[in-house]
Each structure stands twice: as structure tokens, then as C-alpha cells.
């Protein structure tokens, strides 16, 4: 039985096709995962089935019959439920305000809070989401914010769940949780679509995939019924023969200039403890991982560093003021959407020297050219580019300025595999260049293959550290095979229990 089928749908923007021709179907009851590039077309494809866009040409049916949807509403009338890349809740409303908004209960126009309250609370139990539905947005962290939505789509009782790109934000941890309530959904009879960049998850949680790239279905095959594995996929993936292979982590020996210290270092954030007893020492020539479940004081470090935060004790050194940064949410805080492409890759260095058009235009092409930033033209927004692409700008940004010290926080988060290794061998140059770089990341396979030195962060501290050779060991031995697809979580295991609190410290 077919929930979904696209059949030949086609899809632009000016006289760029985000989706030309694509035919294809979703089972009923199938954890259906969409794979491909960044820029693929994938949202594009997802925001048409759930009635944001309408296509240009070509039909779509759910559960055999052909739809034509105007607006989310529709959608939301066949039962189709989506959870957007970017989540659209209020920060201001609490959880119920927002799981409700829309889908309000009411008698006379009076919304019943009291029976939503009690739908919504047996659903968090079912579900096991852990939220308190007083809470307002603002405070939830983003994979309880990420709940909420799944709230959203369970209060309205969707039956076709699509998930763009929920994993990319979320730790080990959390991912794991986030299986489980799939897998649940799944014993309900649910149909769940996922995109993800991330292969093995893709092994783990998929009955099928169906890979985009530029806009065109390029392979399909059911995961465990026809015996997919992982190299065929990343073989489908990146187009490549041989399987995308890491870049080579070869360190130099020479020991470098400690230029960062932080000791014994408490700050307080709304009288709430955010790093005790923090201790940190950072050479140049090394990459020093932070690893741990957001919201443990990552932003903190990352802040403290910049200068942007003043208030907190204990001891701070720093030899450098030569401080570049990826920063977390680089939507809000990266760049600046309404300036050209160009404009944002000066930013840097506008403010000192006069820049003219036409060096800002010769400065961007060179630096895209040399980060493989996929643009039409560096006037355009930075807003036209794909994601993928803007992390990329901002990544050759911070990268080509003139730094000692660079924070990378997530860089590779949403990027597609291609890009993701592209950028993990700039910062691997970068190191060998003794540059001394901090990598806070929630990927624990980047972090593991990236860091000299890896901390796991838990409630503000930093409460165990690995080196190279201890985290080298472990990989090689536990490396990640087809035929033993477990092996891998030792390393895995011991860093994720130091994560959630549940190792002793050393
Ligand atoms: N509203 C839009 N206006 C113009 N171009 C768009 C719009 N939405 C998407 N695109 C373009 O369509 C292409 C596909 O985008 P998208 O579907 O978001 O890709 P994916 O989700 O696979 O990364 C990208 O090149 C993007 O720039
Ligand atoms: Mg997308």
C-alpha cells in the first residue's frame, strides 16, 4: 500500500529547477529516508508534499488518491505532519501554547486549556518526551524545542511524519531517543519520512531511500529486503567509485605555544551555575575537541574566549586577540542575510580598511573558488544560497582572516558529506599550520576523528579528556564495519556516558 507517490513533479525557482521530474513512492508503515546534497532538492520536494509550495507540474498522491494542495492546512487535513529544518515555534509561548495554536480545542470560541492540557500530558507520557508544558520556548534547548514540534504533529494526529534533517542537531544521546519514538510511530502503522546526511543512521532507522541530486532521482533501493550497505549508499551519495574516504589526520611534532589557559573558571548565568571549576589549555598545532549534550556550557567557553562575557571567575589567559569563530547559530549570529554574498565574506576586515566593489567581488570569487562555494554570483543574497553553502561562507570567512586561535562550534552540522570532508581537511591545514583550534562539536564521529585532544563537557566542567592515542586505538579497533556494525560503540559508549553525567569523573 502506497501513502505517498510523486509522480513526475517538477518545481522552479526563476529559471532554476529545485526538482525536475521526480517520480517516486513512500509505503505505508516505512521509515522512508531522502538522502542527497545539500542544494538536492529535498526541502524543496518535502515543503510541496506538505502543501508550502505548489509544483509547477506533476501529480501527487496520498493513499491513492491525487491531491491538490493550496496551503499546510490541507496537508494538515490528510494527516500529513511536518518538522521543518528551522523550527517554527514561539519563543515567547509556552510548550501547550504552541503545541495548541491552530489546533485549538473550543466550545463558543473559548479555547478548553484544560482538556488540551490533559491530551497533550498523555501524549508526553505515551511518547516519553520529558517536557513540562508551562515552559516557555526560550528555554528549552533545542532538542526539547525539537519535541515540541513532534508534539505539534502528534496533538494533530498525523499519520505521514516528515522529518527534514532532525538529527543534525541533536547529540548521540538524543538521537538515540529520537529513534525510539520513530520506532514507535512505526509500530502504530505511522509512515515516517527522514532526511539526514548521516549514512549510518540511514542503515540503522531506514526500510528505503531514494537519493536526490540536483533536483532528479538518482537511486533507490530498500534498505534491509534488498540487502543495501553502506558503501553502495555513499557510492550513491557523492557519485564516487571508490567510498568517500577521510582525509589523512597527520599531526607534526612540534609542540606549540600554549596561547589559551581558562582555570578554575565559575560563571553564572541567571544565578545559574554555567562552568565550575572550568580548566582548559589550548596550544597552537593541536586541536583540543569539546564534547558533550548542548546546553552543558559550550556557548560559555565559546563566549568567554570572544570576550563577550565578562562576568565570571577565576583565571583567563589569553596571548592572542586574533580570535576567529564559527559560531553556533549562524542564522543569527554568522552573517547577515540581507547583504550580497560578497559583503559577507569581507565583514572581517570592512570595518579597518576601505574595501571597493570590485576587490570585494575579485576577494569572494577567489575564496569560493577555494572552498568550493556553489553560488550563481557573489551579489546575489546570501539568502539564495542552500545552507550547506552559507556555512561555507562563513567557514572561508573566519578561516582566511588573519587568526592564532579559531573556534569552530558544529561546523559540519546539516553540511552534506562531500562539503563535510572538504572542511574537515581545511581544518586539519589549518592545525598543521599551527593554528591552535578548539572544536566544539555534538558529531562524536568529527570529534573523533579531528581531535589531538578530546574533553567531555558535563555541567559546566570538563570531566575526563582523551588523547590522540587513546582515542586512535580505540577507533581503528572498534572502526565501524558492515559486518560488525556494534563494534564501534566502546570508544562510542565510554565518551556518551561521560556525556549524561554517568561515569566518574577523573
Ligand atoms: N524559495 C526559493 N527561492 C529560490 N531558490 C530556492 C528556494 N527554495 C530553494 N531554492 C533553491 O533550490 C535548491 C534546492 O534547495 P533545497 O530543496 O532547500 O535543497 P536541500 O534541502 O536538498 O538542501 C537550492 O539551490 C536552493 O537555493
Ligand atoms: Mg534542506
Redesign the pocket.
Known amino acids: 500500500m502506497k501513502a505517498i507517490e510523486f509522480n513526475e513533479i517538477t518545481k522552479s525557482?526563476?529559471d532554476?529547477y529545485?526538482n525536475s521530474g521526480i517520480t517516486f513512492s513512500i509505503n505505508k508503515n516505512d521509515v522512508h529516508c531522502i538522502l542527497?546534497e545539500?542544494?538536492?532538492?529535498?526541502?524543496?520536494?518535502m515543503n510541496i508534499l506538505y502543501g508550502i509550495h505548489k509544483p509547477d507540474s506533476g501529480k501527487l498522491l496520498i493513499n491513492g488518491s491525487e491531491v491538490h494542495f493550496n496551503s499546510p492546512l490541507d496537508a494538515i487535513s490528510h494527516k500529513i505532519g511536518m518538522v521543518h529544518q528551522h523550527f517554527m515555534l514561539i519563543e515567547d509561548f509556552s510548550v501547550l501554547e504552541n503545541v495548541i495554536l491552530g489546533n485549538e480545542i473550543s466550545e463558543f470560541d473559548v479555547i478548553d486549556f484544560k482538556k488540551s492540557r490533559e491530551i497533550i500530558n498523555a501524549l508526553i507520557k505515551k511518547y516519553r518526551l520529558n517536557l513540562n508544558i508551562e515552559c516557555k520556548i526560550s528555554d528549552l534547548n533545542i532538542s526539547q524545542q525539537q519535541k515540541v514540534e513532534i508534539l505539534k504533529l502528534l496533538y494533530r494526529n498525523s499519520d505521514i511524519l516528515i522529518f527534514d534533517e532532525p538529527t543534525s542537531v541533536l547529540s548521540p544521546v538524543e538521537i538515540h531517543e529520537f529513534f525510539k519514538i520513530v520506532d514507535e510511530f512505526k509500530s502504530e502503522g505511522k509512515t515516517v519520512i527522514f532526511i539526514t546526511h548521516k549514512l549510518k543512521e540511514v542503515m540503522e532507522i531506514s526500510d528505503k531511500v531514494t537519493v536526490?541530486s540536483r533536483g532528479k532521482v538518482t537511486f533507490e533501493k530498500r534498505t534491509k529486503d534488498e540487502g543495501l550497505d553502506l558503501s553502495e549508499l555513499s557510492r550513491a551519495i557523492t557519485g564516487k567509485e571508490e567510498t568517500h574516504s577521510d582525509p589523512e589526520n597527520i599531526k607534526n611534532d612540534t609542540e606549540g605555544e600554549v596561547v589559551l589557559t581558562m582555570k578554575d573558571i565559575c560563571l553564572f548565568k541567571d544565578k545559574l551555575p554555567k562552568l565550575k571549576d572550568f580548566e582548559i589549555r589550548l596550544s597552537r598545532g593541536e586541536i583540543y575537541g569539546v564534547c558533550g549534550v548542548e546546553g552543558n556550557g559550550q556557548n560559555e567557553i565559546a563566549d568567554l574566549i570572544m570576550g563577550f562575557e565578562n562576568n565570571y571567575s577565576g583565571e583567563l589567559i589569553r596571548l592572542t586577540k586574533k580570535v576567529s569563530i564559527i559560531p553556533e547559530d549562524r542564522n543569527k549570529k554568522g552573517m547577515i542575510k540581507e547583504y550580497s554574498i560578497g559583503e559577507n565574506f569581507v565583514l572581517k576586515f570592512k570595518r579597518n580598511r576601505y574595501v571597493s566593489d570590485n576587490q570585494v567581488r575579485k576577494i569572494s570569487e577567489d575564496v569560493s573558488q577555494n572552498f568550493d562555494v556553489r553560488l550563481s554570483s557573489v551579489d546575489s543574497d546570501l539568502d539564495?544560497?542552500?545552507?550547506?553553502n552559507q556555512q561555507k561562507v562563513i567557514f572561508a570567512r573566519e578561516l582566511t582572516a588573519d587568526n592564532d586561535i579559531i573556534i569552530l562550534m558544529h561546523p559540519t552540522r546539516g553540511v552534506d558529506i562531500n562539503a563535510s570532508g572538504f572542511i574537515h581537511k581545511k581544518i586539519l591545514e589549518e592545525r598543521n599550520k599551527m593554528k591552535a583550534i578548539l572544536l566544539i562539536s555534538s558529531d562524536l564521529d568529527e570529534l573523533i576523528k579531528l581531535s589531538d585532544r578530546l574533553g567531555v563537557i558535563y555541567n559546566g566542567k570538563i570531566v575526563k579528556e582523551f588523547d590522540k592515542s587513546e582515542l586512535n586505538r580505540n577507533y581503528a579497533e572498534g572502526q565501524f564495519s558492515e559486518k560488525n556494525p556494534k563494534n564501534k560503540f566502546d570508544i562510542y559508549e565510554k565518551i556518551g556516558m561521560y556525556m549524561i553525567g554517568l561515569a566518574d569523573e577523573e
Open positions: 525557482f526563476g532554476f529545485a542527497g545539500n542544494g538536492a532538492g529535498k526541502t524543496t520536494l536526490l539564495s544560497l542552500s545552507g550547506g
